[in-house]
């Protein structure tokens, strides 16, 4: 314990400079600025900077990318409160209660109680963080190739299943060309290259940066051209409005805290992300609620569970990413590939190779709360003007640096066609209901699982068993098995109807 | 969906195509390798599942147009499909026609202005109205063109194309 804070210390006493603040601060009002845009997403935010940090040393680079992504996924709510379109995903549950404040004329109050929300979801992902991390990363030294094959396995299941609403088999599937696309190139156990179809481009793979900048920015800006614009809703100036709730904090500290957990939870899943950490958090908020009757109608506790459980996903969801290489959402899955660019290993050994990066982490997330906190009180003016910014200007420039961005890392006009290309792909499959994240998450954990499965069996020398036997393997299939059977509608309605019936038994005997 | 009924037999193909390519990769005997780590394992699993999940979607969307429970589009259908589309011809042209052909700048500067133009410009303005849209989308397309070649090529010390 006193260990966890001397090294939080050293590494608060490190980052504190000048310079590393500058960059906290311009990174997180970038990060607002780009999540308030409606179509600018903290995946794609990320996956821009990406590109700009690579003459950045490390630290620097690493704190610009995590202040860019907590500055997005609560800049999101901006939009959400005043044009009931939420700027990223992650603020969907946001609009529900924040846009009939700003109709009520309470747009400043509501944006006031988001952005405390923000920061106290954070702050309670941070601690889950330097708590969890540590304690994860020393199981996962206990993973084998069988282990690993299953983790790879779980995560495409389970990030399918909760990403693609009614519709499991779409994420499945997308799991699925996730890993397809991880095939290409050349493999990890005899260096044989596989499907590169005489392209000699492809014989490395396909590169993650300019995927991920195809999927999540041209994708973007065509979704953006195709849906309707929206209109701003004005704030009016209430006096002391724009001020931070901490009466309203205290009087839902339960919700607070209980978004917080949820939020750090649904982020330690792979690849679900910070809009199913939002609706769970607004959900349980809800369903515990005494005030149910306003949800909906601009209830500030609802507002305040689906910002704080959207802000402790971020913390979350850079737990597995930095312990096992297994990212929990879409930003995270770029962060991994921005800390291999810089030289860090994400993955188990991160806590014998680089044990102090954790906790750097941690103070590089708690800048970035101190940012939002403070811009988002007081800078609420300059982002109702960000977003009277017109798309046609906009979206041209976004585009120019999603082109830019990728030619940038290896100097080849390929990735750009690779971005074009991921981009029309990634736009189809959205508009045919297809979700990105379990697609992302494939492309990431493609090798992975491919190795594993082929080592394990290398081993094993062919035999199965031991992927069925080992005790975390047992674990690993219970999980997928009942995700894959929950996702089946008969299973499903049985099940829950056989549980109605026995809490029913229950409360009558 | 309706377009599930079409997109599964494609997915069908291509795991089928899969599970044939990774079934037909070479095995590597030559270099004596496990048996269980050939290169076409991960692949041929892959096609398989695939395959099988696209008869499941199209077993789905089948149940679905049967009971008539079916959207042509999962968002809103109220979106502009010709901005879009000149959108992406616009993006496509930039990308792959004139980055390479051109200097970055220059190709930038152009993409930046014709996008502006495209979308701002409408037949009921007046002459004037459109003098202003053509200057404003010049004026921006040469403000970003030179501020993104100048910071990649100064700051990130990147040879642009």
Redesign the interface.
Known sequence: MIDTFVRLGDAFATLTTWQMLFHAAWATLLGIAVGSLPGLTATMGVALLTT?T??LPRDAAIMVLICMYVGAIYGGSRSAILLNIPGTPASAATTLDGFPLAKQGRAAYAMSVATTGSSLGTLIGIAMLVALAPALSNLALKFGSFEYFWLAVFGVVISGQLTAGN?P??G??AG??G??VA?VGS?G??A?V??SFGFSELNGGIGLIPAMVGAFG?AE??MV????KGAVVRSQREKGAGLPRFRETWKYRVTVLRSGIIGTFVGLIPGVGEDIGAWASYAAAKRASKEKDQYGKGSIEGLTAAETGNSAVVPGALIPALTLAVPGSAPAAVLIAALFIHGIRPGPMIMIEQPDFIYSVAVMLLFATVAIFAFGISLAPVFEFVLRI?R??L???V???C??GP??LT?R?FD??V??FF??FGFALR???YPMAPLVLGIILGDL??KN???G??LS??DLSPFFTRPLCMVFVALIAFTILASIPTIRKNTSFIAGSLLRLGKDT | ?R??LY?APL?FL?GAA?AY?GWT??R?EI?Q???????????ML?GV??AI??V??FI?ARAQVAANAVSD????A????R??I???L???I???GL??RLP?PAA?GL??TA??IA??AHRDMSRAQLVKVCIIGAG?GIA??AT?SV??RY???????
């Open positions: 700009l690579y003459a519709a088999v779409k499945y599937i699925i060309l890993l397809t095939m493999e156990l005899h044989y596989r499907f041209f800006v065509l051209m195709w849906q309707p017109p046609e200007r979206m041209p420039v585009f120019a640096l082109v830019i030619y940038a100097q006009i750009i066609w971005m074009v981009g029309i508009r045919l209901g699982l491919d499965l082929r080592r069996l290398t020398d062919g | 969906m377009a599930d997109t997915l291509l899969m390519g990769m070479d590597l270099r390798i496990h048996p269980a780590s050939i290169p076409g394992l991960v692949p892959l599942s695939l999940a696209s499941v979607l789905q589009m999962p968002e809103q109220t979106g502009s499909r901005d879009m000149v959108a992406a616009l993006c496509c930039y990308a792959l980055i390479g970055f930038t993409f930046v996008f502006i979308f701002e921006l970003v063109a993104i910071l990649f700051a990130f010390l990147v040879r642009l194309p």
